[in-house]
């Protein structure tokens, strides 16, 4: 059973500052999601990795796939409060499958 | 375009009672999956349908929980006998059919149980 590990839970950080989530998964995935929630929404799609050493960037938001080590990251350059929300990564079940597991979020709260 | 569609938006209603959640997907997206989440259990996968293949319920916490698509488009999640512990979120999400495609979600419902 493919198990998905999030770390940190909760994370508060000041504007401006850098910080890293990190997505620990259990089996051999071939890609993985990134998601955000904010509070009393519903779930918004941020990143497809789609392969091993695949890097996406939006804005501030960078991720990245290490299929080899199971993980996957999710890098905040110079956070500002708007992206204060719930992030959420997600591999298959298992590779080539659609059905996706899902982590337990990471709780972001930025500061001014 | 228009995204997905989920209601009603909030659901209250008595133990015991009969529910039916409504989910409409982003036309042309051929898979549909229901999910679960709540404060203690997190984000959890219910049940799963893609085209005309049998759907995948390996989710589905208990003989009370059946969902089914008509058309290969809308979708209706039914819980028999509500209990409390089913008051959560119940996200729909839809996708293209193949495994690259992300899923895209709708708004929720909201389900109390009283």
């Known amino acids: 059973e493919l198990k998905v590990e999030q770390n940190p839970l909760f994370l508060s950080m000041q504007e401006g500052k850098n910080y890293t989530i990190y997505c620990n998964y259990s089996?051999?995935?071939?890609?993985l999601y990134w998601y955000r929630q904010d509070p009393g929404k519903s779930l918004e799609s941020l990143f497809v990795?789609?392969?091993?050493?695949a890097v996406k960037q939006e804005g501030r938001l960078m991720a990245s796939l290490d299929t080899k080590a199971r993980l996957s990251t999710l890098h905040i350059t110079a956070a500002v409060h708007d992206l204060s929300a719930t992030y959420f990564c997600?591999?298959?079940?298992?590779?080539?499958?659609?059905?996706?597991?899902f982590g337990q979020g990471t709780r972001l709260t930025i500061n001014p | 375009g228009a995204g997905v569609s989920q209601s009603p938006s909030n659901k209250v209603t008595e133990k015991g009672k009969d529910v039916e959640l409504r989910c409409d997907p982003i036309s042309g997206h051929t898979a549909l999956y229901w999910y679960r989440q709540s404060l203690g259990q997190g984000l959890e996968f219910l049940i799963y349908f893609q085209g005309n293949s049998a759907p995948d319920k390996s989710g589905l916490p208990s003989d009370r929980f059946s969902a089914e698509r008509t058309g290969g488009s809308v979708s209706t999640l039914t819980i028999q006998r509500t209990q409390q512990e089913d008051s959560a979120v119940y996200l729909c999400?839809?996708?293209?059919?193949?495994?690259?495609?992300?899923?895209?979600f709708g708004p929720g419902t909201r389900l109390t149980v009283t």
């Open positions: 990795l789609l392969s091993n050493g």
């Open positions: 089996t051999t995935s071939d890609r």
């Open positions: 999400a839809s996708s293209f059919g193949g495994p690259i495609y992300e899923q895209y």
């Open positions: 997600a591999p298959p079940e298992v590779q080539g499958a659609q059905k996706l597991v």
